[in-house]
C-alpha cells in the first residue's frame, strides 16, 4: 500500500520552515527519506526506525509516530537548495527484503 | 567508488522492439532493485534482488524481466516494447545491516521513450 504524502506541494521563501506528512495504512518498520531534484536520482536524506528517535542534520529533521504509522520531514529556515520533491519510502517489516513503497513525493520551491 | 552506474542515459524506443538497460554497482551490495518512475506517481518498484542468482518481482513487474549472475550486474530487459513503459528507470543497490543505514542508492537513471 502506497504511503499518502501531503501536501503535494508547498511553495517557500527563503528563510520560512515547512513540515511534509507521510502516513501509511500499514504497521511500518522504517522510514526513509529522500530528496530528488529535477532531473536526478533521489538522494537519501535518513531513516527512521520503529523504536528510534528523532533524527536531523542541518536544518532538517523528522520524526516517526509508529502507533500513527505516521512520519513527518521538518526543513527550518529553508534554503534555496531544499528545492526538489521529497520522497518517503517505507518499510513494513525486516522480512521484507529492505523493499521500500515509495509516496508519491512532495514537491518543495523554495523562492528568494 | 562510481557507485550505480546506469546505461544508456536516453533511449527512443519502438513498438515492439527489446532492449536492455544496464545497471552495474561497485560497492559489493547484495541487494538491487529496478523501479519506474512516472510523474507525479512516485517510485514503483518492478524487481528486486537479494543476491546473485536470486530475482523476485515488485509491484509492477508485467513487460520486463531481469537476471543477477553476478554481484555487480543487474540488468532489465524489456521485450515487446510498449508506450506504457515510457518512463525513467532507476536501478538502486543497498547493503543492510539492520543498524539503521541501510540506505539505498540510486544510480542517475534512463530516460526511456517508446514511440
Known amino acids: 500500500q502506497q504511503p499518502v504524502q501531503s501536501p503535494q506541494a508547498v511553495i517557500l521563501r527563503e528563510g520560512e520552515d515547512a513540515v511534509i506528512n507521510c502516513s501509511s495504512s500499514?504497521?511500518?518498520?522504517?522510514v526513509h527519506w529522500y530528496r530528488q531534484k529535477h532531473g536526478e536520482a533521489p538522494v537519501f536524506l535518513m531513516i527512521?526506525?520503529?523504536?528510534?528517535e528523532q533524527k536531523g542534520h542541518d536544518k532538517i529533521s523528522a520524526s516517526f509516530n509508529e502507533k500513527k504509522q505516521q512520519s513527518s520531514l521538518y526543513l527550518t529556515a529553508s534554503q534555496l537548495s531544499y528545492s526538489g520533491t521529497y520522497f518517503c519510502?517505507?518499510?513494513?517489516?525486516?522480512?521484507?527484503?529492505?523493499?521500500?513503497?515509495f509516496g508519491k513525493g512532495t514537491l518543495l520551491t523554495v523562492n528568494p | 567508488n562510481a557507485g550505480v552506474t546506469q546505461t544508456p542515459k536516453f533511449r527512443i524506443l519502438k513498438i515492439g522492439q527489446s532492449m536492455t538497460l544496464q545497471c552495474t554497482q561497485d560497492?559489493?551490495?547484495?541487494?538491487m532493485y529496478w523501479y519506474r518512475q512516472d510523474p507525479g506517481m512516485g517510485l514503483k518498484l518492478i524487481y528486486y534482488?537479494?543476491?546473485?542468482?536470486?530475482?523476485d518481482k515488485g509491484e509492477v513487474p508485467n513487460g520486463y524481466n531481469v537476471s543477477r549472475s553476478t554481484t555487480e550486474d543487474f540488468p532489465l530487459r524489456l521485450e515487446l516494447a510498449a508506450p506504457s513503459q515510457t518512463s525513467v528507470y532507476f536501478c538502486?543497490?543497498?547493503?543492510?545491516?539492520?543498524?539503521?543505514?541501510?540506505?539505498?542508492?540510486f544510480g542517475p537513471g534512463t530516460r526511456l521513450t517508446v514511440l
Open positions: 519510502g517505507t518499510e513494513s517489516g525486516r522480512g521484507s527484503n529492505y523493499k521500500l513503497t
Open positions: 500499514k504497521a511500518l518498520y522504517s
Open positions: 534482488s537479494v543476491g546473485a542468482g536470486i530475482t
Open positions: 560497492m559489493n551490495h547484495n541487494y
Open positions: 527512521l526506525l520503529k523504536g528510534g
Open positions: 538502486a543497490s543497498t547493503d543492510p545491516t539492520g543498524s539503521g543505514t541501510d540506505t539505498q542508492y
